[in-house]
């Protein structure tokens, strides 16, 4: 029994069964549909396909990081007992929560003088912050202590790689990620954008693919050049979706061909959650796995 908790937010696109199983803790993102303050609560409020008809139809929608006291008022609670936390963010380049999440650490510390609160910026999001957390929960089992894991994730968390692909460009356009002209040439020319986060946790375009067959078999090409161990790669690989499960099923499928030392269900699928899928929409599909250091 370890004398610290694991904690993240649920802009890791885990499902709560995985987090629940795990004896992770998360905390609630947030964002906004017409101005009704909603949490990122697994779908339970909004289901994903109804958020996204609704983001189709028009509703405006944008996300509103966790604040410093919402970060302490949940950790208080924890600290109460007597533990002590490991808080790993979502990417201080796709939100400000990491630096409220670092002050409510330096406010709380005056409550708590005898326990410790270390935040973790993850530099990734959706599946590759997943990725990152069910590592540490492994290590955390293994008997890691909280300095030590700590220092894990600091050192390994730029191997976490994540590769996005779009097939619908609404979102991307409206988010000024591409611009109205190229995107209405790109629907035209049946364009899928191939996006990654990158090592300051940003997400960037680096590819546009003419059409989706090819957007994920580039998304394997990328695996296959980047993965540790090459076509050996042993580890978990985290898949998640935007309302577009046959995709996510088909780009698993493809992982499984390639890369044969994946056993034991380490190919999970999880829906991108309402924080992420906000600046998504529907169509996009997420790969994360292990990899070369981004750099």
Known sequence: MTDYVLSCCTMCDLSRAWLDSRDVHYIYFNYEVNG??????????????????????GAEVRTS??????????????????????????????????????????????????????????TSGSGGYG???????????EGYSLEDLAAWAETHKAEI??????TDLTFLIRGGRVSKAAGLLGGMLNICPMLDIEPDGTLAVKEKIRTKRKAFARQIR???????????????VFITNTECLADAKAVASMVEAKFHKIRDNKVEIFDVGAGIGCHLGPGTVVLSFWGKPRA
């Open 222 to 236: 990328k695996m296959e050049e980047l993965a540790q161990g090459g076509f050996d790669y042993d580890q978990r």
């Open 161 to 166: 790689n994540t590769w996005f692909v779009t």
């Open 65 to 122: 990081q966790i604040s410093v006291g919402e970060y302490m008022s949940d950790w208080r609670a924890i600290l109460e007992e007597g533990k002590d936390i490991l808080h790993v963010c979502l990417a201080s380049g796709l939100s400000g929560t990491y630096q409220s999440a670092c002050m409510a650490r330096d406010s709380i510390a005056r409550e708590f003088p005898d326990r410790k609160v270390i935040v973790i910026d993850s």
């Open 131 to 141: 990725l990152l957390i069910d590592k540490l929960a492994d290590l955390r089992d």
């Open 36 to 57: 009704s303050i909603c949490k990122d609560d697994f779908g339970e409020t909004i289901p994903p396909a109804d958020l996204y008809a609704r983001m189709l139809a």
